[in-house]
């Protein structure tokens, strides 16, 4: 079958859209949305082309709007095109610079649907909205979300349909669509970006991917298989959950209450627990404490970052948090970057080398990772809270350090701290604790700065 055959096939197949629907593409002007392009004049769908700007390239940003406003007139489609200033969007969220893109593309594209748009013959609304991922931006999701713990749902990968977003070249690879482009002469431009591993998605297409290949030539095409059966599966795993939830889940005002023998006697437990907990903030890692909770005395608790889940006789209580104790921020293993109030923890783990001298910056904790249990606690301190200040061997009540250091009552009010193990290892930007100093037996160093 060829690749237009193929495209009706799978739009008709997964009812996409309609054959008189508005479609609005997505078209950063490579290979790939050119092909869209190409695909949906060839099957006589009327559309509407947005290009989004995002000025982070210099003149290669404007080469692509450029070449995107041209196709207006190749297609004979309208073209609307947004610029952005992503880095100040980014900054001011304190997100990355790639979720900041994903964040504005997503908010305008989904704007523009329904929204009249001026052509020649007279105001057009489209209705759906379509980008061009293809089966390697699957396979490389897949795998990024395998190795990220993200569990069934991640392992669907992206789908074909969600509300109003339509992806109708999830069945087709990168070659398919490069060999197209060949054969009908479609001009299309590079990104620069694409080419660079340091974004883990190049990573996986460039480095990983490749490597599996090599060793097992078919392993593109299994994945793509698997792919398939993954979202079979997370459908039957979500009927399922649901009437687990369903059977569990008792509403009580703002909280929710689970009969604790009820919950002992379902299996798989830990799947269950975990797929209970995860809507109220509790990370995977968590699982094990919740089910701990189930034979634990009464008035026992842990909690997310929103949510308390409190043991309270014969049955556990989900209850969302008070302003006050919402102010708690879970840090797990893999996080590198993590955003509060006072600014932003920059959090590195690593085998210290010999000679390495430790960093006695107060703005940076420098700590011995062995003893140290994830995931972390970042807290504002709170009456009662005790350490070890470094250098000393008995225990001081922050309180009384405070005092001692001469703290105003507004920089007190601005404290934070991080908990391991509910022992406290750092005063956020002021003084580690003694217990998990660096030594010369420490192996690997957990560095955490405050920006």
Same mark, same amino acid.
């Given at each position: 079958?060829?690749?237009?055959?193929?495209?009706?096939?799978?739009?008709?197949?997964?009812?996409?859209?309609?054959?008189?629907?508005? /479609?609005? $593409?997505?078209?950063?002007?490579?290979?790939?949305?050119?092909?869209?392009?190409?695909?949906?004049?060839?099957?006589?769908?009327q559309?509407?082309?947005?290009?989004?700007?995002?000025?982070?390239?210099?003149?290669?940003?404007?080469?692509?709007?450029? @070449?995107?406003?041209?196709?207006?007139?190749? +297609?004979?489609?309208?073209?609307?095109?947004?610029?952005?200033?992503?880095?100040?969007?980014?900054?001011?969220?304190? =997100?990355?610079?790639?979720?900041?893109?994903?964040?504005?593309?997503?908010?305008?594209?989904?704007?523009?649907?329904?929204?009249?748009?001026?052509?020649?013959?007279g105001?057009?609304?489209?209705?759906?909205?379509?980008?061009?991922?293809?089966?390697?931006?699957?396979?490389?999701?897949? $795998?990024?979300?395998?190795?990220?713990?993200?569990?069934?749902?991640?392992?669907?990968?992206?789908? &074909?349909?969600?509300?109003?977003?339509?992806?109708? /070249?999830?069945?087709?690879?990168?070659?398919?669509?490069?060999?197209?482009?060949?054969?009908?002469n $479609? *001009?299309?431009?590079?990104?620069?970006?694409?080419?660079?591993?340091?974004?883990?998605?190049?990573?996986?297409?460039?480095?990983?991917?490749?490597? =599996?290949?090599?060793?097992?030539?078919?392993?593109?095409?299994?994945?793509?298989?698997?792919?398939?059966?993954?979202?079979?599966?997370?459908?039957?795993?979500?009927?399922?959950?649901? /009437?687990?939830?369903?059977?569990?889940?008792?509403?009580?005002?703002?909280?929710?209450?689970? &009969?604790?023998? #009820?919950?002992?006697?379902?299996?798989?437990?830990?799947?269950?627990?975990?797929?209970?907990?995860?809507?109220?903030?509790?990370?995977? #890692? !968590?699982?094990?404490?919740?089910?701990?909770?189930?034979?634990?005395?009464?008035?026992? @608790?842990? $909690?997310? &970052?929103?949510?308390?889940?409190?043991?309270?006789?014969?049955?556990?209580?989900?209850?969302?948090?008070?302003?006050?104790?919402?102010?708690? =921020?879970?840090?797990?293993?893999?996080?590198?970057?993590? +955003?509060?109030?006072?600014?932003?923890?920059? =959090?590195?783990?690593?085998?210290?080398k &010999?000679?390495?001298?430790?960093?006695?910056?107060?703005?940076?904790?420098?700590?011995?990772?062995?003893?140290?249990?994830?995931?972390?606690?970042l807290?504002?301190?709170?009456p009662?809270?005790y350490?070890?200040?470094?250098?000393? !061997?008995?225990?001081?009540?922050?309180?009384? @350090?405070?005092?001692?250091?001469?703290?105003?009552l507004? *920089?007190?009010?601005?404290?934070?701290?991080?908990?391991?193990? #509910?022992?406290?290892?750092?005063?956020?930007g002021?003084?580690? *604790?003694?217990r998990f100093?660096?030594?010369?037996?420490?192996?690997?160093?957990?560095?955490?700065?405050?920006?």
């Amino acid at each position: 079958m060829d690749l237009l055959k193929a495209f009706a096939h799978f739009i008709d197949t997964e009812k996409l859209f309609r054959k008189n629907d508005v /479609l609005l $593409l997505a078209v950063s002007g490579g290979v790939d949305s050119i092909v869209l392009c190409e695909l949906c004049r060839q099957s006589g769908f009327q559309f509407i082309i947005a290009h989004c700007n995002f000025r982070l390239r210099g003149d290669e940003s404007e080469r692509d709007e450029k @070449f995107v406003r041209s196709l207006g007139e190749q +297609y004979q489609a309208p073209v609307v095109v947004k610029k952005f200033d992503t880095e100040a969007y980014a900054s001011g969220k304190k =997100i990355s610079i790639q979720v900041a893109a994903r964040e504005l593309r997503y908010e305008w594209f989904h704007s523009l649907l329904g929204t009249p748009i001026t052509t020649p013959a007279g105001d057009i609304r489209p209705s759906v909205l379509l980008t061009a991922h293809h089966a390697d931006d699957n396979i490389e999701t897949v $795998l990024m979300n395998f190795y990220k713990g993200t569990g069934i749902q991640g392992l669907r990968g992206i789908l &074909p349909k969600q509300g109003k977003l339509v992806r109708p /070249l999830l069945f087709a690879t990168k070659k398919e669509l490069q060999q197209f482009a060949q054969e009908n002469n $479609l *001009d299309y431009v590079t990104d620069s970006s694409n080419l660079s591993d340091k974004y883990t998605r190049n990573y996986f297409r460039h480095q990983v991917i490749p490597l =599996i290949s090599k060793l097992l030539p078919e392993a593109e095409e299994n994945m793509a298989g698997n792919i398939i059966r993954f979202r079979e599966t997370a459908e039957l795993y979500e009927q399922a959950i649901s /009437l687990y939830k369903k059977k569990l889940l008792e509403p009580k005002g703002q909280n929710l209450e689970i &009969p604790v023998l #009820k919950l002992l006697q379902q299996k798989p437990l830990h799947t269950i627990v975990y797929e209970i907990i995860k809507d109220y903030g509790f990370s995977s #890692k !968590q699982t094990a404490e919740a089910v701990a909770l189930l034979q634990s005395d009464t008035g026992k @608790f842990i $909690l997310s &970052p929103t949510h308390r889940i409190l043991k309270n006789r014969n049955r556990l209580i989900i209850s969302p948090l008070t302003e006050e104790k919402s102010n708690i =921020i879970l840090i797990d293993e893999k996080d590198t970057t993590v +955003y509060f109030e006072e600014g932003r923890l920059l =959090i590195d783990i690593k085998d210290i080398k &010999p000679g390495t001298e430790v960093n006695q910056d107060p703005a940076t904790a420098v700590l011995d990772a062995r003893d140290i249990r994830f995931p972390l606690l970042l807290r504002k301190w709170k009456p009662g809270d005790y350490f070890y200040p470094l250098g000393m !061997q008995k225990k001081k009540k922050l309180a009384r @350090f405070f005092i001692d250091n001469k703290l105003s009552l507004a *920089d007190k009010e601005k404290t934070w701290v991080i908990e391991s193990g #509910k022992k406290i290892i750092w005063i956020v930007g002021q003084r580690i *604790d003694d217990r998990f100093k660096v030594t010369e037996k420490t192996k690997w160093l957990l560095t955490i700065s405050v920006n």
